[in-house]
């Protein structure tokens, strides 16, 4: 990617997104949250198209976090359905544009028909080759950590061959890269669970807007400011 002074832009292979702000979005237009959740979800629609056009190889967005169980019932109930609605549709788009799904999270906890609907769309998308969404749905960081460490037990990993690479492994969805810039709306600086063991070295980058108020240029601003940083990895 340039711009326009020619210069070589470095695209973010992995752009990770914590969509803050949908129910402080609706409050100050007097709307319920709900409306504000459909407007978030709508946004995640155009997501994929601004950051794979721009040769973005991952977009990983906090759908569902572990703690989000604690919301109202009407809450959690119209989330569920609008989820579950959201993957099927985008099952479809993916299909058309040649995108994979993935989900992470502890997916068989979810409701009713919301297990097989991530599991269809992974094996239905498994063949894209334009980009990834990474749904992070039922999701916790510590959560994560804590599955890894009870699949490794159950596969009886021995204490000596236990290593970074080895946790790695037993991660949600741990064949893709970690995220190079992870970013958060709403004017939160906390990253709130998200993706803790994979963003070790990850950028962070805080916006003032809410997610439903996110648009095409943002992605730019975050291209952008991944550029502006000097990546050291501890060095």
């Known amino acids: 990617m340039k711009n326009d002074n020619k210069v070589e832009i470095k695209v973010p292979k992995h752009i990770a997104i ?3 702000g949908n129910r402080r979005w609706a409050k100050e237009r007097n709307l319920p949250s709900m409306e504000g959740h459909l407007m978030g979800y709508e946004k995640v629609k155009s997501l994929t198209d601004w950051a794979f056009a721009r040769g973005v190889e991952v977009v990983s967005v906090y759908a569902f976090s572990t703690e989000n169980w604690n919301r109202s ?7 569920m359905k609008l ?5 099927k549709e985008e099952v479809e788009v993916a299909k058309e544009k040649n995108f994979k799904i993935l989900i992470s999270g502890r997916i068989t906890e979810l409701p009713g028909d919301l297990p097989d609907s991530c599991q269809d769309a992974m094996n239905e998308t498994k063949a894209g080759i334009k980009g990834t969404l990474n749904i992070c749905l039922n999701y ?9 460490v009870k699949k490794m037990i159950h596969n009886k990993i021995q204490i000596d061959q236990v290593h970074e690479g080895m ?15 992870i970013v958060r709306t709403s004017g939160e600086q906390r990253l709130s ?26 992605v730019d601003k975050i291209i952008n400011e991944y550029n502006n940083r000097a990546r050291r990895f501890g060095e």
């Open 18 to 20: 914590i969509m803050d």
């Open 73 to 79: 019932q009407e809450e959690v109930n119209y989330l």
């Open 83 to 87: 989820l579950e609605k959201a993957i």
């Open 140 to 148: 916790g960081g510590r959560a994560e950590i804590i599955d890894a």
């Open 167 to 181: 946790l790695k492994k037993y991660l949600y969805n741990s064949n893709i890269p970690e995220p190079d810039i």
């Open 193 to 218: 669970g998200f993706l803790l063991w994979a963003s070790a070295y990850s950028e962070l980058m805080f916006m003032e807007k809410y997610w439903p108020d996110f648009e095409e240029n943002d």
